[in-house]
């Protein structure tokens, strides 16, 4: 190989490292993002269901626990 044909080579890799770069965050990016609304659907019924139980609690009247000792 002739310090030419080197040249040419190392011209035709000079952006690999930047590109594969910009495609990893990219994924990355992407991945966060779904984890992102999949914790908050998960967090917003969590908090719903829960709601729902203290008004269960709240309304029953008798405190929850069992007064027959």
Known sequence: ???TNRTI?????RGEGVI???IAVLIMA????A??????SIWSDTAENT???VKIIGSDGS??????G
């Open 1 to 3: 190989m002739t310090t």
């Open 30 to 33: 992407l991945l966060g993002a």
């Open 20 to 22: 594969s770069t910009a």
């Open 51 to 53: 709601e729902n139980q």
């Open 63 to 68: 405190g929850g626990g069992s007064a027959d």
């Open 9 to 13: 080579r190392r011209r035709g890799d």
């Open 35 to 40: 984890m992102w609304l999949t914790f908050d």
